[in-house]
């Protein structure tokens, strides 16, 4: 039987010791000082600042190194000027500490390993040592992570799950919602039945000594009933979500026409929003013609542009049918309000479509969520850019009385600026993509 | 590397001439098949490494977005000012990472690293079909990562359209720093890669199809050549569709073509372009991009339904409906890809057709869970490292999977789509899976690598901070993404709604890091053992596999004399009669009378005639 001191444990506690050693020596003092020295430290402010880091270090020689400190502060001085660095000191302190901190660990884990080995080898030696022993642990270890993976999943699906649920808050949302659930039921039960088994077996099924697994190859019953079942299942759940699809996104062409339209515009980092005014009817866009003072593009020579409304907020009649007209003015967006379950991306060169109906409005939903500020919002749901992460717009759901009023309120589009400046052109810009907006 | 060393008696060996090798023909332009696994495994988990450390830096960010960390600003310098990250080198960060991780790690690293490892040792072959080839896959692959990671030095950052690089945002360098010239070198890198790919798959199916040994047909390969051998026929077939879109995205960016871009007006600027549709390059990325989610799990399939069977000691469950349903999976593949693309303004009919046939992928997805966990079923169970992942591996997979009927499902992608949902759900399925299937392989199989053990205590230790740091990262945000915080959003501040989610990114993110410095154990063990690690033996696992019956210093050759020929399937294990509890696949079935069922046979009456004289002979009756 050997005794040879292992190679890891050798190596992980002469790296510290080097480690160690190389903090504790005084030219690394000076070094630390030297990147560490801003314009206006002082010596003593720099003594005190690298002391921790000597002690963490493990150094012993103390005397020598606060004269090398205050060596090392005077060599300093000169180079100080032209050391731009405004990082301060203690920062690679703190780097230093951590990776400290960390070798501790390693060293900890290192002595932990070593002892356990150890105490294997003299159960080796007094021939007690029971090979199986480390691999009964593991599968009990197993079951244990069954019981907190279990554990943890009831709680996330309790807390989280609570604050991440809100009822949908618009008609075909309701149907997603149902599905949702559903869905939910089904998975959260496949993934705690599997990982019963998955994670009992281990335990139920270790190595023991003078034990064989059972030699089963297959059995073509077994197999066929699990390849049945989840067809059923699956087929079940994608006859629900082609229809619920289809009917959210299939929508006949008369409650198209007959649904309030608005269009929502994204580009790089907001949303523009227009409702179509008095004739119902949006105007044309080309993009040929976005100009300083015309930013969204409208063409001014469609004459259905002429009363087209423009809002600073997304505001909605409740229960009444809203078909969303979406376009981009540069990049892929994505037009997404969670509580709607509402979201089609934002094309450039091509409208989408995305038709609703919200069934409260916000007042009521603040008094169901008991928080007075809460607002609906659309976010951007499409990598767009640096402020992709704010690029938002309230939306504001309201009775038919507070809509029509507040639709009285807004301005046009078309204001006097860009009237005059449309009657002393002539020119018309024509558009040859199939994009017309 | 004192075990790669080839032995010099191994110049006897019928094939090759003994052949001096130098530093250069032996380590770094080498050949064989052995080294290049060596070599591809190696640079995957540097890589690996690298877009990990990316990974924690954005988490920091995520966990704390209102905090400084001046040490950021000595790494990172402008792209992190006043020690906190920038917005856009924050959305580089998540680009590189999901690239890296996607196509460096567990694309190459996987694939790379054990198909050519495995496959000629497993068919019994003296190497791959064409070496010359496996090397250039290697250096291609070498040159992408160098410039990849190259595109950090570049003035204006690293691209940062995300990994699908979606245009027109990825074409229009005026809306993104990052798509002026770090995307160019993104996509020059994503270039060399689908070649080196695309050479190194040839080489594969090339291999298993006309080097396998004498005995060996396709119904006794063992599972991991099955799934690498179909991992190779899809990524022939989708990584030429990615070049396509990257060379019309170069035409965009470069030459003033309008492919991807129409009616753009960035930053008040009327761009030129006309008639394209950026709907065709998601449809072009798809057509690789779902492809390759399975180019990444199937390869962790397959070796952790190796590994499950030889530590169970029990032959895998069902091994016919495991291939049946590797097939399945290849062929739907590619008829998936439009659930990506739901809400994009695709034709939402389509969008219904492209649903049916998601939810039927998962049909097969559910009969291997089942199978594995049949597998283990009254088994022996020894849990060695390797075991110990591959358990996890199907735990991910599964919990992983399950989410996949959300996001398959087109009216609850409405709502799911590009949210956190879709980040916990694909980090499960495809990114743990298979780090986790990967893993298990390199514990399985280092010592056939390098002739030496790895230490199997730290093994454990990786494997449980691995393992719970996982699910605590990638757990909590199903629920974020339930809430509709969308992605690659830099901090969860702006939104009232968000910010109660910031409590639990704080523990994500320590989850993040712990588990991150837990791979210390793993590189520390790995690396160490190649020149300390415990001597291995022929055949440590017990193992009925051919690579096992090679010699444990590596030869030119791999077999010093004759190539064993196989009478049996890799699946042996716990035979009723047998004397031990495997018999690898060389042994002839007349040396194993007293374990002989009548269908090992396949219809061979002489043979079943001999044996049913035996079996009376010997008084043995045999049930079934």
């Given at each position: 039987m050997k005794f040879k001191i292992n190679n890891r444990f050798k190596s992980i506690s002469g790296c510290l010791l080097a480690i160690g050693l190389f903090f504790a020596t005084p030219s690394f003092a000076v070094q630390d000082s030297v990147a560490t020295a801003t314009d206006s430290v002082a010596a003593p402010v720099v003594d005190s600042t690298t002391a921790p880091v000597d002690t963490l270090a493990g150094a012993a020689i103390s005397a020598t190194d606060s004269t090398s400190v205050a060596a090392g502060a005077t060599t300093v001085a000169a180079k100080k000027v032209e050391e731009e660095k405004t990082v301060d000191p203690q920062v690679y302190k703190n780097l230093v500490y951590y990776i400290l901190l960390f070798l501790i660990v390693c060293t900890i884990i290192a002595i932990i390993l070593k002892v356990i080995s150890v105490y294997e080898l003299t159960k080796k030696m007094n021939g007690k040592y029971n090979p199986l022993s480390n691999n009964t642990l593991q599968a009990i270890l197993l079951f244990v992570f069954l019981v907190v993976f279990l554990a943890f999943v009831y709680y996330s699906f309790k807390v989280w799950g609570s604050w991440a649920w809100r009822d949908a808050v618009t008609e075909h949302g309701k149907q997603i919602d149902t599905m949702f659930i559903v869905t939910t039921v089904i998975t959260t039960f496949v993934l705690v039945a599997t990982h019963i088994l998955l994670l009992t077996f281990p335990y139920l099924y270790r190595m023991r000594a003078n034990k064989r697994a059972y030699?089963?190859?297959?059995?073509n019953t077994i197999e066929k009933i699990w390849t049945i079942v989840p067809s059923i299942v699956l087929t079940v759940l994608v006859l629900f979500g082609f229809f619920a699809w289809r009917n959210i996104t299939n929508i006949p062409e008369e409650l198209r026409n007959s649904a309030l339209q608005v269009e929502v515009m994204g580009e790089q980092f907001m949303w523009s929003v227009r409702y179509p005014g008095a004739d119902g009817k949006i105007g044309n866009r080309n993009y040929?013609?976005?100009?300083?003072?015309?930013p969204y593009g409208i063409d001014f020579n469609d004459k259905s542009a002429w009363d087209d409304i423009q809002a600073q907020d997304i505001v909605l009649p409740v229960n009444k049918s809203v078909r969303f007209h979406i376009i981009s003015k540069d990049i892929l967006h994505s037009f997404y309000i969670p509580d709607f379950r509402v979201q089609i991306n934002a094309v450039p060169g091509m409208t989408n479509y995305f038709q609703f109906t919200p069934t409260m409005t916000t007042q009521e939903m603040r008094d169901k969520m008991d928080d007075p500020k809460y607002d609906f919002v659309l976010l951007c749901a499409k990598i767009c850019g640096e402020a992709h992460y704010n690029m938002q717009k309230k939306v504001v759901v309201v009775t038919e009385e507070e809509y029509k009023v507040w639709l009285s309120q807004q301005n046009k589009y078309f204001n006097e600026d860009l009237q005059k400046e449309f009657s002393s052109s002539t020119k018309e810009i024509e558009l040859n993509t199939a994009s017309l907006n | 590397m004192s075990s790669t060393v080839i032995s010099h008696d191994a110049a006897h060996h019928d094939s090759h001439d003994h052949h001096h090798e130098t530093f250069w023909t032996k380590y770094i332009f080498s050949q064989d098949h052995k080294m290049i696994a060596k070599q591809f495994l190696i640079t995957g988990i540097i890589m690996a490494v690298f877009a990990m450390i990316l990974s924690i830096l954005f988490r920091i960010q995520l966990a704390w977005p209102d905090k400084d960390f001046p040490i950021l600003e000595v790494f990172l310098g402008k792209w992190a000012e006043g020690g906190r990250i920038k917005p856009d080198f924050f959305l580089s960060l998540v680009t590189i990472h999901g690239t890296m991780m996607v196509f460096f790690v567990l694309t190459a690293g996987l694939s790379g690293t054990f198909s050519n490892l495995l496959i000629p040792y497993q068919l019994g072959a003296r190497d791959m079909a064409s070496p010359f080839m496996n090397m250039l896959s290697y250096w291609f692959f070498f040159t992408a990562c160098v410039i990849m990671i190259g595109s950090f030095f570049v003035e204006s950052g690293p691209a940062s359209a995300g990994w699908t690089i979606y245009p027109p945002l990825s074409a229009v360098p005026s809306a993104i720093s990052g798509s002026g010239l770090g995307m160019t070198l993104w996509l020059i890198s994503m270039t060399l890669f689908i070649a080196s790919q695309v050479m190194g798959g040839v080489n594969y199916i090339s291999t298993v199809l006309n080097m396998r040994t004498k005995g060996m047909d396709m119904w006794k390969m063992p599972l991991t050549i099955w799934s690498f051998f179909l991992t190779a026929i899809v990524g022939l077939l989708s990584f030429p569709v990615l070049v396509s879109a990257v060379v019309l995205l170069v035409f965009d960016r470069s030459f003033g073509t309008s492919f991807y871009l129409s009616d753009l007006v960035v930053q008040g600027q009327i761009l030129p372009n006309e008639g394209g549709s950026p709907i065709l390059f998601q449809h072009l990325f798809w057509f690789l991009g779902h492809p390759e989610v399975y180019i990444v799990v199937m390869p962790a399939l397959g070796i952790t339904s190796e590994v499950i069977s030889t530590n169970s000691r029990k032959p895998i469950f069902g091994y016919h409906a495991m291939v049946y349903s590797l097939v399945g999976i290849t062929v739907l593949s590619f008829i998936v890809w439009g659930h990506h693309m739901f809400v994009t303004g695709m034709n939402p009919f389509l969008g219904g057709v492209f649903m049916i046939t998601t939810l039927i992928i998962a049909v097969p997805s559910a009969v291997k869970s089942f199978n594995y966990l049949a597998t283990l079923w009254r088994g022996n169970i020894r849990f060695t490292p390797a075991m110990m992942f591959a358990i996890g591996m199907v735990s991910f997979f599964i919990s992983g999977g399950v989410t996949g009927l959300f996001l398959g499902n087109a009216a609850l992608d409405i709502n799911l789509h590009d949210t956190y949902f879709v980040v916990a759900h694909f980090h499960l399925v495809m990114g743990s899976a298979s780090i986790f299937g990967m893993l298990c392989g390199v514990y399985h199989w280092y010592p056939k690598m390098f002739g030496r053990m790895m230490d199997a205590k730290l093994g454990y230790l990786h494997f449980w901070l691995t393992f719970l740091g996982a699910y605590l990262v990638f757990f909590p945000m199903h629920f974020m993404g339930i809430d509709g915080v969308p992605r690659r959003y830099y901090s969860f501040t702006n939104f009232p709604f968000m910010e109660k989610w910031v409590s639990v990114n704080i523990l994500v993110t320590w989850a993040a890091i712990i588990a991150a410095l837990g791979q210390v154990a793993f590189l520390w063990n790995f690396f160490t053992s190649i020149f300390f690690g415990k001597k291995a033996t022929q055949n440590p696992w017990n193992s009925n596999t051919l690579e096992w019956t090679t010699p444990v210093e590596h030869i030119h050759g791999n077999w010093p004399g004759e190539i064993p020929t196989v009478h049996r399937w890799?699946?042996?294990?716990?035979?009723?009669?047998?004397?031990?509890d495997f018999i690898p696949q060389d042994v002839p079935f007349s040396q194993t009378m007293s374990s002989n069922q009548a269908h090992d046979f396949e219809g061979n009456e002489e043979a079943i005639r001999i044996q049913e004289q035996w079996n009376k002979d010997n008084n043995r009756t045999v049930e079934g």
């Open positions: 030699y089963y190859p297959h059995n040929k013609m976005t100009t300083s003072s015309n | 890799p699946y042996d294990y716990s035979k009723p009669g047998a004397e031990a």
